[in-house]
């Protein structure tokens, strides 16, 4: 049986690849993360011992940042990973998490808690 590597046409795929993409490249500055808790402390920046939707979009923010080699606040296809896909505005890109915020907050308050940190993705 041989196997087939297709590209994907969809865009939800190629929004969740760029995402998966992301993390990926984010993953040096949660390498020394062991527990919910120091996810809480490092991504709570005014110490309230809660993380507000900036503190997350700010902090999961940097591998846009890191990508955005010309500083523009896009990232052209040349920018992402594999040198393909849609620009992207860090405003997108925002959005995004926002969106990804709001899911990973359980009770709704429009915080995130350890323990909504440390769940898995919605």
Known sequence: ???????????????????????LAIAPAFAQVTASSEYLARMDTDHDA????????DWLSYAFDA????????????????GRGKPLTREAHRTRLA???GRQDANKDG????????APPR
């Open 67 to 82: 990508m955005d080699a010309d500083h523009d606040g896009t990232l052209s296809p040349a920018e992402q990973p594999g």
């Open 99 to 101: 969106d990804a915020f």
């Open 1 to 23: 049986m041989r196997a087939t590597l297709h590209c994907s046409r969809n865009p939800a795929r190629s929004r969740a690849g760029f995402f998966f993409a992301c993390l």
């Open 50 to 57: 809660r993380v507000s939707l900036l503190e997350y979009q």
């Open 111 to 118: 915080v995130l808690s350890a323990a909504e940190l440390a």
